[in-house]
């Protein structure tokens, strides 16, 4: 069954609105979870490595204050799309490792913003 | 050079066809590899680790080449149900944070 659960599958807001995605880490905790982006006939790019605890570690480019991440716990994270804006339509997708180093992904969120 | 390169696709093979996908990586000092599928619209799902001696595992056989720097994955006796997308992820160390995902090789199997 699934490891890594993600809320909302998709979502759909005015632009200038602030969005949520809840990813869940279901059968361990996870100290580290990812945050990814994938345009549509693109690959995943990894925006931002979600710490337990602490502040997030963005990747070059990604906007801390337009993505706000939090890791209050050792099973959710979550990223706060603000002020988005229709070229912040994508899928967003969540992540977290598993024993062997492999990464286990959520359902993904596909926002839309109108 | 991109980091992780993967044929360009799309294969469009019948039924029961053998499929071979490679990816090439830049970095020698590359520690994990992976195959990831990915259906359309959703996220991408574990296909196989990859490790040095090679595995398999049903269908499905992965290699690994450090000398040349490149991965592979082997379908035989494909089926519809494996038309998807095929990811290639390498990582620079077991840290996922510096794990880099290929562009994807679409499959689609025709019956």
């Known amino acids: ?62 906007e ?3 993505f706000l991440i939090n890791h209050a716990s050792l099973t959710l994270s979550t990223l706060t799309v603000t002020s988005a804006h229709p070229e912040d339509s994508s899928f967003y997708i969540c ?13 993904g969120s596909r926002l839309t913003v109108l | 050079r991109k980091e992780v390169e993967q044929d360009p696709g799309p294969f469009n093979v019948p039924e029961g066809a053998t499929v071979a996908f490679n990816c090439t ?3 020698s000092a590359s520690q994990s590899f992976f195959w990831y599928r990915q259906d359309c619209r ?31 994955l082997l379908i035989r006796d494909s089926k519809l149900s494996d ?17 880099v995902f290929g562009p994807g090789t679409r499959l689609s199997v025709l019956p």
């Open chain 1, 1 to 62: 069954g699934a490891v890594v659960s993600q809320h909302p599958s998709w979502v759909i807001c005015k632009s200038g609105t602030s969005v949520k995605i809840e990813c869940r880490s279901l059968d361990f905790q996870a100290t580290t979870m990812f945050w990814y982006r994938q345009f549509p006939k693109q690959s995943l790019m990894l925006m931002a490595t979600s710490n337990e605890g602490s502040k997030a570690t963005y990747e070059q480019g990604v």
């Open chain 1, 64 to 66: 801390k204050d337009k």
């Open chain 1, 95 to 107: 992540s977290r490792q598993g024993a062997y180093g492999e990464l286990f992904f959520g359902e």
């Open chain 2, 25 to 27: 990586y830049s970095n």
């Open chain 2, 42 to 72: 959703k996220e991408p799902k574990l296909l196989m680790s990859v490790y040095s001696s090679g595995n398999e595992d049903g269908r499905f056989t992965a290699q690994l080449n450090r000398a040349s720097q490149y991965i592979s």
């Open chain 2, 83 to 99: 038309s998807a997308t095929y990811l290639c992820v390498v990582g620079l160390d077991n840290y996922g944070q510096n794990f």
